[in-house]
T-cell receptor
Framework: EADIYQTPRYLVIGTGKKITLECSQTMGHDKMYWYQQDPGMELHLIHYSYGVNSTEKGDLSSESTVSRIRTEHFPLTLESARPSHTSQYLCASSDSVIQETQYFGPGTRLLVL | SQQGEEDPQALSIQEGENATMNCSYK?????LQWYRQNSGRGLVHLIL?????REKHSGRLRVTLDTSKKSSSLLITASRAADTASYFCATDPFTGNQFYFGTGTSLTVIP
C-alpha cells in the first residue's frame, strides 16, 4: 500500500458549493498529480506539481484550482461545484525523474446534485 | 485517447487461462508502465519497461515492448479470480511533462 491519502472518499454536494479535495503523501515525493476519471474510462490529467509553489494545468481543462504550499500536501478546490464535475478524482505522486512510477491514492468519488 | 489505446476493452476468461492485453501509443517514449485498478480504487503500479528493453517479467506478468510498432502487451499467466480488475498502460513521452494513460482493459477471471 502506498502512503498517499485522499479525503473524503465519497462526497455528495449541491450545486454552487465550494469544495476542497485533500491529498497528502508521506513519501517525500516532489511530484504530485490530480487525475479525473469517469467510470470505466481513461484517466485525464487536470493538474500537476513538480514541487512546492509549482503548479501546472494538465491536458484536460478543469475549473478546479490547486495549491502546493507543502511538499506533502496537494489540495484541489472547486469554487462552485456543478453536476458536470461529478466524477472520480485520483491523486498521485512520484519521485524519480527517470522512472516515473506513480503512487495513487484511493480516490474521491464526487457527486454534485 | 491522447496517447494510449488498449485492446480488448473487455476480456473474460476462466481461472487458470492466460490473459493478454495490448496497448498502442502514438509518440516516442522513455518508458511504458502497466497499472492495475480494482473497481472504485486508485491505480497500483505493476511493471515498467524502458524504451531500450523488449521484454520484462515479474512473477506471473510478462510485458513486451515493440517501439517500431509503438505497441506493448501484458500477459498474465495462470490467471486467478483475484486478477479481476482494469489494466492500464501509461507512457512517459520524450517531450512534454505529462504522463498518458491508455483507455484500459477490463479483465474478468471466472472462478
Amino acid at each position: 500500500e502506498a502512503d498517499i491519502y485522499q479525503t473524503p472518499r465519497y462526497l455528495v454536494i449541491g450545486t454552487g458549493k465550494k469544495i476542497t479535495l485533500e491529498c497528502s503523501q508521506t513519501m517525500g515525493h516532489d511530484k504530485m498529480y490530480w487525475y479525473q476519471q469517469d467510470p470505466g474510462m481513461e484517466l485525464h490529467l487536470i493538474h500537476y506539481s513538480y514541487g512546492v509553489n509549482s503548479t501546472e494545468k494538465g491536458d484536460l481543462s478543469s475549473e478546479s484550482t490547486v495549491s502546493r504550499i507543502r511538499t506533502e500536501h496537494f489540495p484541489l478546490t472547486l469554487e462552485s461545484a456543478r453536476p458536470s464535475h461529478t466524477s472520480q478524482y485520483l491523486c498521485a505522486s512520484s519521485d524519480s525523474v527517470i522512472q516515473e512510477t506513480q503512487y495513487f491514492g484511493p480516490g474521491t468519488r464526487l457527486l454534485v446534485l | 485517447s491522447q496517447q494510449g489505446e488498449e485492446d480488448p476493452q473487455a476480456l473474460s476468461i476462466q481461472e487458470g487461462e492466460n490473459a493478454t492485453m495490448n496497448c498502442s501509443y502514438k509518440t516516442s517514449i522513455n518508458n511504458l508502465q502497466w497499472y492495475r485498478q480494482n473497481s472504485g480504487r486508485g491505480l497500483v503500479h505493476l511493471i515498467l519497461i524502458r524504451s531500450n528493453e523488449r521484454e520484462k517479467h515479474s512473477g506471473r506478468l510478462r510485458v513486451t515492448l515493440d517501439t517500431s510498432k509503438k505497441s506493448s502487451s501484458l500477459l498474465i499467466t495462470a490467471s486467478r479470480a483475484a486478477d479481476t480488475a482494469s489494466y492500464f498502460c501509461a507512457t512517459d513521452p520524450f517531450t512534454g511533462n505529462q504522463f498518458y494513460f491508455g483507455t484500459g482493459t477490463s479483465l474478468t477471471v471466472i472462478p
